[in-house]
């Protein structure tokens, strides 16, 4: 059980789920559809491309949420949010959308998550809309107004803001390359070290 004021927010793709637009490029054999946010991380600039590439080879939002429904969870993910939840409130905070969202969360026990949603016409995605700018960041800062303790943990370049605004953030599994810029975040690659971090954050409170 869980008696501290504490708040984790984790990212989700390269977390607990693979990387959905990855999964995609490998579904329809589109290689430029594999760039994420550790490639590039305007995120605009990425959605503004995937769109155009979805659109060009008629790609359906269907087509995409069938493939979501098939992609499963990261290795041990369950069993660490179900741990995790046993121990603190959990809050997932992803720039994916409502529309992709729904067979992760059902995999992972229905979870808080703070997402965007698309923007659909006759099954075509046509754009998006951000539930709000730098997401992330924000609703770390807005918990820690409200007298909460945050640990946070993600894997790429979206998540920064976040972990350098909670009280504590690590990377997981991120890229050598991200990890280097930020040597102010601890890293880790491994879901038992991650707890242990956690673990130590909430012995520190």
Known sequence: ?????CVVTLDLEGVLAPEIWIAVAEKTGIKDLRLTTRDIPDYDVLMKGRIKILERENIKLSDIQNVIANLGLLDGARDFMDTLRDEAQVIILSDTFQEFAYPIM???GFPTIFCHNLV???DMIKGYHL????QK????KHLQELNFKVFASGDSFNDTGMLKQADKGCFFC???SIVAQFPQLEATKTYAELLDKFHKFQDSL
Do not use: C, G, I
């Open 1 to 5: 059980m869980f008696t501290k004021q």
């Open 120 to 122: 659909v016409e006759n």
């Open 137 to 140: 960041t924000k609703v770390v």
């Open 131 to 134: 539930r709000m700018s730098d």
């Open 106 to 108: 059902k995999n992972l």
């Open 174 to 176: 991120a890229p050598d």
